[in-house]
């Protein structure tokens, strides 16, 4: 089972709870769950002694400890995401992209926002907070500080996203199909954008396609994929 973009937060418990109840019911009998970034709207480290996200660590926890293995893929707001917080879950990490071997086909996984190639300005703070050295340096800064980091980051991304056309902050086609023909893969599952859909795209002349999970704002969002295939699906919150 795959699921991202849930950008839980303290401040939108619903999304949590709904998430808690998923990984207790349908995810305990899931062969592996994967979590394609975005998980926690903001994460500032792992040594934040956040009361919220401990609580979703321990449930996470859970479902590894019961057999299904977790693994995660850093998102746009969660890349801080460490060694430390996959120690305590048990969740493993991914590199961003990888390649799943799933009933005997490769499948390309991503969080996606490196594909928003459109979107120059922020590929450019992409870049800059993805680099390691950049990463060591924000994490000697004191709890109190990368918060305000990261709140100012949030305003200016949401500002940024005002400012561009829906276009521009959607993943780039030419590079999607690109990364596909780079990994020799016809499948390929990301989210980021919240725009959940199943497209058709051309790889080497053959006929690809491309999973977009949505994002859990209103609903939750969960693609299955057993030996028939894949779904996406609505999950529904009351
Ligand atoms: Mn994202």
Known sequence: MFISDLHLQAARPEIGEQ????????????????????????????????????????????????????????????????????VETGVQLLPDPFVLGLYGKDVLLSHGDAYCTDDVEYQAVRSMTRDPQWQAMMLQKSLAERRAFADQSRADSEAHGETIDAEISDVNVAAIEEAMRTHNVRLMVHGHTHRPAVHAQTVNGMSAKRIVLGDWHEHGSVLRWDQRGPQLRTLLRS
């Open 19 to 86: 998430l808690i109840e998923f990984l207790k019911k349908e995810a305990l009998g899931a062969d592996a769950l994967f979590i394609l970034g975005d998980l926690f709207e903001t994460w500032i480290g792992d040594d934040d002694p956040d009361p919220y996200h401990a609580t979703i660590q321990t449930a996470l926890g859970s479902v590894v400890k019961t057999g299904t293995p977790v693994f995660f893929m850093h998102g746009n707001r969660d890349f801080m995401i460490g060694k430390k917080f996959s």
